[in-house]
C-alpha cells in the first residue's frame, strides 16, 4: 500500500513547527498515495522529513488538521480513547463542581480536531466539523459513553448539533437531532452556579448555551449588590440573572429577540429573580443613544461577534468601539464597565486599542478591575491562541 503522504512549503512547515494546529492549502506542494477526505496522513517537508499526522481533504482550504506531531503514534481506536480519557480528567480536575454541565472536548485545544462535545445533565451534545471525525463518530461516541460510565456519570443521550456552516468547507450535510434512537425532550434544565437555567439543545445559539461564561457571570454576581445594572444583549439572561442573585438593587435586560427575552423570563421565574429584572426588547445600540445619564452603576455589554471574517474587521471595530464609547459615557461617576468579545478575529491587542480610543473620545479613565476569558472548560493552547484564545472580558471602573 503506497504512502499517503502530504508535502509541505518550507513557509508552511516553520508555522507547523511553531504549533500551528492545521496545515492550509496555500502551503500545499504535492499529495503522494492518492487519499481520501477524511483518511489518515502524514506532513513531511520536501526533503522527506516528518512533522505531523492528521485528518485529510481533498477540496478544504485546510488541508490537513493535526492529530499528532510524534512519528511513533498509531492512529486508531486506542489512539482517540486516550485523547478522549486526557480531555475528561482534564476538566475533572479543572470543573469538579460543574461537571455535569461543562464542555467535555473543545476541538483543537483537546487535539481533536474539528470535534466539540458540551455536556449538560444526562444529554451529550456534539458538533463534528471535520470528515475525518465524522468518519469515526460511532467509535467516538461509544468510547464517551463508556469513559463517562466508568466515572459513574449517567448519560442517556447524544445530541447532535451538525447545523453549523463550518461543516459545508468539507462537504458535509447540515442537520440536527439524536444519534440514538430516543425521543427526549429537548430542553433540559441545567444548575449553573446556584442559578437554574432552561437550555434549548435543539434551537439554542452554540449547543444550546454560553458555557463559556460561565464563571466570568459570577464575577458580576459578586460585584452587583445594591447596584443598578444593565445587561446588553442578554440573550436568555444569563448576566442578568446572575446579578439578581447578587442582590443588585434592579437590573435591566436588553436583547433585540422577544424569543430570547421570553426565555430569559422563564429563566428569571425558574430562580424567582423576575421582581428583580425588567426585560426590554430594543435594539442595543438604539437604547444606549436613548437612555438617560448616569442611570446604572454596572453595565454589561456581551455582545454577539461583530466579525467571524477578517473582511469585516474594521466595521466590527468601530461597532464595538460605540457601544462601549456610549457605555462608558452614561454610566454614573465610578460605575463599572464589562466588556466582552467572542470573535477570535479581533484580538486581544485591538480590542484593547479599541477600548483606550473609546475611552479617551468619552473623556473617561479606564481602572482595571480584572481581565479574563473563556472558563476553564474551553482551554487555550498557547501554541494555536488565535484559534483557542477568542473570548476577552474586561471589568474597569469608569473614573
Known sequence: MSRKVVIISDEGAQYIEKGQANMYRNNLEHVAGNPQSGEIVTIETKDHHYLATGFYHETSHVVVRILTRNKEDVINDAFFKNRLQAAYDFRRTVEARNLSNCRLVFGEADFLPGLTVDRYNDILVTQITSVGMENRK???Y????Q?????RQQIKAIYERNDVKAREKEDLPLYKGFYDDVDLPTVITIKENGLLLNVDIENGQK???????KSNRVLLREM????????????TGGFALNAAKGNA????????????LDEALENAKLNKLEDKIDFVQADVFDYLDQIKLHQFDIIVLDPPAFTKSRSSFYKAYNGYKHINKKAMNVLRGGGYLISCSCSHFMDRENYEKMLREAASEAGVILKQVSVTQQNHDHPILWTNDQETAYLKFYIFQII
Open 224 to 235: 452587583a449588590h445594591g447596584k443598578t445594572v444593565l445587561d446588553c444583549f442578554t440573550h
Open 249 to 260: 438593587k434592579h437590573v435591566t435586560a436588553v436583547d433585540v429577540s422577544k424569543t430570547a
Open 138 to 140: 460511532d467509535m467516538l
Open 142 to 145: 461509544k468510547q464517551l459513553k
Open 207 to 213: 449547543t444550546g448555551y454560553f458555557l463559556d461564561q
Open 147 to 151: 469513559i463517562l460510565k466508568k466515572d
